[in-house]
């Protein structure tokens, strides 16, 4: 039964392999590239990191995906989703990996830079049939309360005239989509660290 | 995070390692001989092969 | 044939073996009953889940005010309570009582099998409310909150050391194939699960390798333990019904080296087109499609078991749901296959078409597997007989033909989709539109699988808390004198 054992330890030995070559390999290559990286602005960090947490938590993911496929894939950069297709290291910034894998709504990975204006996010996450009619993405009205006074800069009117403003959570929210340009600019090599 | 990484690898071995063991156990105690026997060992003298043991309720036994 | 072969049965050994057969099924019957109620639970919660999931995705105002029920907290809620609470569940109890079965062992310190029952329903609730409440980890197939994993790998400990002391004490002789799908899977599970709720959730890893993670994991867990219980299952229960044996069991064992061979590398085609190095999803897509090999040596070798005794179908419950799912395994697999293959994922991915795979596979398959494994378990496990046959041909029925209806309106939906993705003129709101119908005939879809599982859910009840009488019916062991049925 030599042969029966070898063909064995071959089959564990691919299941092992496929952990060590799936995950144990990529985790060390992108945990140094992690390392390397020079640190970001403590105020803007938090701030995104409550927003990142806010698109989590409400599960952004199930409908926005944020990779940027191939030119010769699929046609996202003729739909003006980014100006490359996203590489790995492209993500080092990004605490949690948010890919997605559907694409119920537009891909976001470059969104801070299709559509800059934190006011437009507002209208369109208070109610997305403001700014898409006929969108299926449900509204966040809970992220949004009535404007007490008349100080907020970033309240805005609806249709009935009553104001609203977003809450923290909101601002951490729309800061966080603001910050997404994974394809900017030129690819890092994927196999180096990117230079300090 | 090392401390993770050497666990996982550690526990990983020990499962690859133990499998072997098992496998070379089912070699050599005859598990791959009368291969054709095994699959009789879902029956038993009470429920023996040729009786099937399935049936709707309040239904009657077909003829198989 | 089956005169002469029980004849020749001394009645001794027919007595000894129904007494055995008595006492594995008692001893299973509180620990497992627990465990298949609770299961049960977390599918009528599951399915409450997927109903309003279903229906905002084409009226997004539906109950659309509140935090809580949003669509982002509704779905993963309804996967990970689908997933762990129920499946999962049903796959502890059904793997468990087959391999009491096939070990000849009953079940001891069923205590232990209680308290790890309370242990899971507590995570699964814990998780199931933390997601709802904003603490979904949005890691796929992971999202219950970290705090979840002790409850649940605590629990599975004791699932796995019942498998263990079932199978030290089993009679000298063979292993049969479902005890070493159900063993493996035993231990796989755990494994996968405690590796990504380490380096997903306790110690995240840099961002670009949790995808890969997160797929390896997911994928996985359909692969190495959902599908060896669903096949242990079929290798059980089909021959038991029957009272025939597996057509090939040599095949039966190359059907299970392979699939540990094959599967582990498959992960990488959820991220096809992805941001990763092109080996890393070559090699996927490549074992993706090796998987043709364990998928059609199982699809052979039930067919052939099955060939000559289809009309078995009429009169067994059981081997209706277990021929169904056995044979969405292999269409489910063969999709994956095919679906991995980039010319066709290009085009498929990102779509509401991997949904429906994934319902295939989770539903047509895993699913439909355990209701057939628990319509034969229950009578033996309470010495009663299901309540009334129409309560399981509506089950039966309204669940076959839901799915199957799902699958064809969200997979011929998602093509359509994919192919509009790629014609970058078509507006998104376009494509979004051209999606309704589909996602509206999926609530209907989802409307009558519901249907099915209250009829599942009440028969379930009826039988629980009917009284126990000696049956009326050959399939019981309860008839006064053991002697061999008259033909």
Same mark, same amino acid.
């Given at each position: ?9 071959? %089959? ?97 990975? #470059? ?86 | ?19 072997? %063991? ?22 038993? @003298? ?5 009786? @099937?043991?399935? *049936?709707?309720? #309040? ?6 | ?9 001394? @009645? ?27 299961? $049960? ?93 904003? =603490? ?9 909150? =970290?705090?979840?994993? @002790? ?72 692969? $190495? ?25 040599? *095949? ?130 309470? #010495? ?6 129409? *309560? ?63 009829? %599942? ?31």
């Amino acid at each position: 039964m030599h042969k029966a054992s070898v063909l064995f330890i071959g %089959f564990l030995a691919t299941f092992a392999t496929a952990w060590i070559g799936l995950v144990l390999m990529p985790a060390r290559h992108y945990n140094a590239q992690a390392a390397q990286l020079p640190a970001a602005s403590s105020a803007d960090e938090a701030l995104i990191d409550r927003g990142r947490q806010v698109y989590r938590a409400n599960g952004c993911l199930y409908c926005h995906s944020q990779q940027v496929s191939p030119r010769h894939f699929r046609r996202d950069q003729e739909r003006g989703w980014g100006e490359r297709r996203t590489v790995s290291s492209d993500y080092l910034r990004d605490k949690i990996a948010l890919l997605g894998t559907m694409r119920t709504g537009p891909d976001l990975a #470059n969104i801070g830079l299709r559509n800059p204006s934190a006011s437009w996010h507002y209208i369109h996450l208070y109610d997305p049939q403001l700014t898409s009619p006929g969108s299926t993405m449900p509204p966040f009205r809970f992220l949004f309360e009535p404007v007490k006074d008349g100080a907020a800069t970033d309240a805005f009117a609806l249709l009935d005239g009553t104001r609203v403003a977003p809450t923290a959570d909101a601002r951490a929210l729309v800061a966080y989509l603001l910050s997404l340009k994974h394809s900017q600019g030129e690819p890092p090599d994927a196999f180096e660290p990117p230079a300090k | 995070m090392t401390l993770a990484f050497a666990l996982i690898l550690l526990t990983l071995i020990g499962f690859t390692v133990s499998a072997v %063991f098992v496998f070379g156990w089912a070699a050599r105690s005859g598990q791959f001989r009368d291969v054709n026997a095994g699959a009789k060992a879902v029956f038993s @003298p009470d429920e023996p092969e040729g009786r @099937p043991t399935d *049936l709707f309720p #309040n239904q009657q036994r077909p003829k198989l | 044939m089956t005169d002469s072969t029980l004849s020749s049965i001394d @009645p001794a050994a027919i007595e000894r073996s129904r007494e055995e057969r008595i006492r594995i099924d008692a001893s299973a019957r509180g620990p497992l009953l627990h465990w298949l109620a609770s299961a $049960l639970f977390w599918l009528l919660l599951g399915t409450t889940l997927a109903l309003a999931a279903s229906v905002k995705l084409h009226d997004p105002e539906f109950l659309a005010n509140h935090a809580w029920l949003t669509f982002g907290r509704v779905r993963p809620a309804h996967l990970n309570t689908m997933a762990f609470g129920w499946a999962s569940a049903g796959s502890v109890a059904v793997g468990l009582w087959i391999m009491a079965r096939l070990c000849r062992a009953p079940l001891r310190h069923g205590w232990s099998l209680h308290v790890a029952a309370v242990l899971w329903n507590i995570g699964n609730a814990v998780g199931t409310w933390g997601i709802l409440t904003g =603490g979904s980890t949005s890691f796929e197939w992971l999202e219950y909150p =970290g705090g979840t994993a @002790p409850w649940l790998l605590a629990a599975f400990a004791v699932a796995m050391w019942q498998g263990v002391d079932m199978m030290r004490r089993r009679p000298p002789g063979h292993i049969y194939v479902s005890q070493w799908y159900l063993f493996a899977a035993l231990f796989w599970f755990p494994l996968l699960y405690a590796t990504a709720q380490v380096l997903l959730i306790w110690k995240p890893v840099a961002a670009p390798a949790q995808p890969p993670i997160n797929w390896w994991f997911a994928h996985n867990v359909l692969g $190495l333990w959902f599908t060896p219980v669903g096949l242990a299952a079929a290798y059980y229960l089909i021959p038991k019904v029957l009272g025939k044996p597996i057509h090939s069991y040599y *095949l039966s064992i190359i059907g299970f080296w392979s699939l540990a061979f094959f599967y582990a590398w498959n992960g990488m085609h959820h991220l096809i087109g992805g941001p990763y190095p092109a080996w890393l999803i070559s090699v996927s897509v490549a074992a993706s499609v090796m998987m043709l090999v364990p998928v059609l040596t199982v699809a052979v070798n039930h067919h052939f078991t099955m060939i000559g005794n289809f009309r078995a179908l009429r009169w067994s419950p059981t081997l209706r749901f277990v021929v169904f799912a056995a044979m969405s395994y292999t269409l489910v697999s063969v999709q994956g296959s095919l679906t991995a293959i980039r010319a066709v994922n290009r085009v498929t991915h990102f779509t509401h078409y991997t949904v429906a795979h994934a319902h295939l596979g989770m539903y047509a398959f895993v699913t439909m597997m355990l209701f057939g494994a628990i319509y034969y378990m229950m009578p033996r496990l309470l #010495n009663r007989e299901w309540p009334s046959a129409a *309560l399981i041909r509506v089950h039966f029925w309204s669940c076959a033909i839901g799915v199957l209806f799902y699958w064809g309106a969200l997979s011929y939906g998602g093509i359509e989709q994919g192919l509009n993705l790629q014609k970058p003129d078509m507006p998104f709101l376009d494509i979004v539109a051209r999606t309704l119908p589909y996602l509206r005939m999926r609530t209907w879809a989802g409307v009558l699988m519901s249907v099915g599982h209250l009829a %599942f859910a009440t028969s379930f009840l009826l039988m629980l808390f009917g009284k126990e009488r000696s049956a009326i019916t050959p399939t019981l062991f309860a008839n006064p004198a053991p002697k061999p049925d008259p033909a």
